[in-house]
């Protein structure tokens, strides 16, 4: 069974029909029988959004959420402690948190961020 976790801006770009969305990722959603979006995603826009610092998609991303037929997934302590193992690869908190979500959770993480891909390939589920 195919399950996949939004990245932040996939998820943005899904929800808007935004052209930036590559296709192969656009497909991956279409045949995933579950697709996740993490509520540290909706956190990290809520940040933005109070900070003046988001586009109006991001705002209709945040008000959607619920209308979406995505599993809201929530950020877990095993997922906290998955982070403590991971490699300073990336300093952005909230992609850690859900790349460890991804791979605490055995979920295919679905970003355009190619420096996210290179925290796939070198962690294993806990």
């Not at 195919?2 to 497909?27: E, F, G, Q």
């Not at 909706?42 to 988001?54: D, H, M, N, P, T």
């Not at 008000?63 to 302590?77: H, K, S």
Request: aromatic residues 6%; hydrophobic residues 45%; charged residues 30%.
């Amino acid at each position: 069974m195919m399950r996949v976790l939004l990245d932040t801006h996939v998820y943005i770009w899904r929800v808007s029909k935004d052209r930036r969305l590559p296709a192969r990722i656009r497909n991956s959603i279409d045949k995933a029988q579950q697709v996740y979006v993490s509520t540290a995603s909706i956190w990290e826009l809520s940040i933005k959004s109070a900070r003046g610092k988001l586009e109006p998609n991001g705002e209709r991303a945040i008000d959607e959420l619920e209308a979406q037929p995505f599993i809201v997934l929530p950020v877990q302590l095993k997922h906290a402690r998955a982070v403590r193992r991971m490699p300073d690869l990336h300093r952005d908190p909230f992609d850690r948190v859900l790349v460890a979500q991804a791979i605490t959770e055995d979920l295919e993480f679905l970003t355009v961020d190619g420096e996210l891909s290179d925290y796939l390939a070198d962690m294993t589920p806990a």
